[in-house]
């Protein structure tokens, strides 16, 4: 109890000892946020890997409707109804990296009516690219959206139609028409660019085409690095260790893969640095053991 007249001294902090206090603080900080920052990663890998099982779910269900066909997978990223799995240009200033709209329409975007028309699938959460809409929505026109995919599909499984066929080779322009019934190439396989299906390396038009690697073995779908992005098609040389794409880094250093049975999984890669599409041919003895795991899951001699 205060009485009058009586007077109180209350201490206060002296400069040095809030100086001591905000120094614990910033190093508890400096101590914690590398730990949030891993479980953010961590819970960004667990939704991507959910998103990667949606989208080979979507894909198989897209099979059972057409004579285990698999989606069409041609390597221009046209826009036309019907010619391709996940249509458009996505990567780092192509015009559909901020367009959410090609992947709404189901007529190109195949997989699309198989995911209940939600178009965040095709993007991992790790991926911080925002951007000025680029689609046709009066009410979006203006806004800054999330990059609109960051996933891709082998470039041996897949089909492509009659037109593609007899243009891929050309040189002179991409066309399709007739149904897309016809295993791809696979034009990257051989590091050449003029691979044909199944010589050397197989592809995959069907479900039933695969046996070499198994189902389990074989991925479909992967989170590709925004540097490399264009078409939905991931190139990958099978006889030289080079990338032509480059799979993503997203998580921790790792990526998210789908798998031809259904199964999703992170591979964590041995190098950390983030790999580098269409690079000279891989030295680093790290970088080349990744690139020798995903060999061994892209293809095999047919």
Known sequence: MDFPGMKIHRRAFTLIELLVVIAIIAILAAMLLPVLSQAKGRAQGVACLNQGRQMMTAT????????????????DGNTLPGYNWCAGQAGIGGPQEFDPDVLQDPTRSLLIRYLAGNVNIFRCPADRRRGLYQGTNASLTGQIVPAARTFSMNQAVGTIDPGYEATEFSGSGYVHYGVPNLPVNGPWLNNQFNHRRNSPWSTYGKVTDIHRPGPSGLWVLLDEDARGLNDAAFAFGMETPQWFDAPGTYHNGGCGFAFADGHSETHQWLSRTEKHAGGPVITDPLDKQDWEWMQLRTSARY
Not at 68 to 74: L, T, V
Request: without cysteine; hydrophobic residues 25%.
């Open 60 to 75: 198989l269900l897209y099979t059972s409707e057409h004579n285990e066909f698999f989606p069409p997978n041609p390597d």
